[in-house]
């Protein structure tokens, strides 16, 4: 009898320390991502050469932040509005910077608050930064060269664009890939690594909303696209491991003026690295579909 005590008082200190060993590290886990999303890694600006066509610039927004871009003005009269990704700054859209420049197109590269050498200290994924996008819209807006202005946005920076575009007179949107709504990936991540969706993700997007200031239901791409009525264009990856490829189908079925094109091989953030001919044709064949000012003003 005694040894049979001792065997179940092992088991039961064994088990304890097992589910509060889980419990110490999912809650870890819990503190990192949502760490990971308020401070993302800050990584440095490149350094333009000295025969740049691009100057840098700054807006301020509502708030009051200062934030930072580059502007190369156009010499068709478009220009592109470009919002990168969490974590990442203005470099992002460099890769394509060569050919938009060659069509003739301008290009406005913001950096978001608290990415590059904007200024903020925290990240909302798109609550806040909303701000920042029409900081950005209205510098353009007063540019005697720009008559139209196309955005565009990667990731966290689809979801700003698809808000902006939602909010102002923008000829085009580029998305390539964002979410529906910033909960469902938070879910589906949670989901993915075993773990009951519910209450896992109430616990996360909570926090993260106490923690940025930010209204988690009020990020809703799969909202703000719904009733747009112009072409849009949007990337995803099959293989996207950050925002599953079932949120690029979501959005899509939401708006018949959304031409989905899904990248085989395409992961997040790698798309135009994996297939840069399909991307170049493709972004190029959608700016081309929209009409040039001169066409614009005929047609009124």
């Given at each position: ?10 088991g039961f ?28 890694p800050?990584?440095?600006v ?18 009051n ?5 580059w ?98 007179d ?10 529906g ?7 589906a ?14 616990i ?10 930010a ?15 112009k ?31 899904i ?31 001169q ?6």
């Amino acid at each position: 009898m005694r040894l049979r005590k001792i065997r179940n008082l092992i088991g039961f200190t064994v088990v304890t320390f097992v589910v509060f060993g889980a419990l110490g590290l999912l809650a870890f886990g819990y503190v990192f991502h949502v760490a990971y999303w308020l401070y993302p890694p800050s990584h440095s600006v490149m350094t333009l050469a000295e025969d740049s066509p691009f100057q840098r610039i700054t807006v301020t927004t509502e708030d009051n932040l200062t934030l930072t871009a580059w502007y190369t003005p156009p010499q068709n009269g478009q220009a592109i509005l470009m919002f990168h990704g969490h974590s990442a700054n203005r470099d992002q859209h460099m890769p394509h910077a060569d050919y938009l420049l060659e069509a003739g197109y301008g290009l406005l590269m913001l950096d978001f608050r608290n990415h590059g050498e904007s200024e903020g200290e925290r990240t909302s994924m798109g609550f806040h930064e909303i701000k920042d996008a029409r900081a950005a819209y209205q510098y353009l807006v007063v540019q005697d060269d720009v008559e139209q202005i196309i955005i565009w946005g990667h990731s966290m920076g689809g979801a700003v664009a698809s808000q902006l575009m939602s909010e102002v007179d923008a000829s085009g949107l580029f998305i390539d890939a964002t979410f529906g709504d910033f909960p469902s990936i938070v879910r589906a991540g949670v989901v993915a690594r075993g773990f009951s969706g519910s209450p896992f993700t109430e616990i996360l997007t909570t926090m993260y909303g106490l923690l940025s200031g930010a209204d988690w239901n009020a990020v809703r791409p799969v909202d703000y696209l719904a009733d747009v009525d112009k072409p849009i264009l949007l990337f995803h990856g099959a293989y996207d491991g950050v925002i599953p490829v079932a949120e690029g189908y979501r959005l899509a079925d939401i708006n018949p003026n959304i031409r989905l094109v899904i990248f085989e091989e395409g992961a997040h953030s790698n798309l135009f690295q994996v297939d840069p001919m399909l991307y170049q044709a493709e972004v190029m064949a959608y700016l081309e579909s929209i009409p040039a000012p001169q066409e614009t003003a005929m047609s009124q």
